[in-house]
């Protein structure tokens, strides 16, 4: 399943917000620093979903805020 997501690195607390079916907002504490936060936004939709995060991976904007995710449940 591919989502649609929209990151903001360096915030004050970690969050997910589901926006609609594909689409999500995802805050982390992770400064946007040499893969940091992408890892940390990995973790977190791991999390939120229940898989391990080897079963999720960023298809396309490794370095914007508007990123394409593949999940594998």
């Given at each position: 399943m591919k989502i649609?997501?929209?990151?903001?690195?360096?915030?004050?607390?970690?969050r997910?917000?589901?926006?609609?079916?594909?689409h999500f907002f995802i805050a982390v504490k992770e400064p946007p620093v040499q893969g940091r936060a992408n890892r940390a936004i990995?973790?977190?939709l791991a999390a939120?979903?229940?898989?391990?995060?080897?079963?999720?991976?960023?298809?396309?904007?490794?370095?914007s805020?508007?990123?394409v995710i593949e999940v594998d449940k």
């Open positions: 649609f997501v929209t990151a903001k690195p360096g915030a004050k607390e970690e997910v917000e589901k926006i609609d079916e594909t990995l973790k977190a939120h979903f229940g898989v391990p995060v080897s079963c999720i991976c960023i298809v396309s904007g490794y370095t805020r508007q990123k």
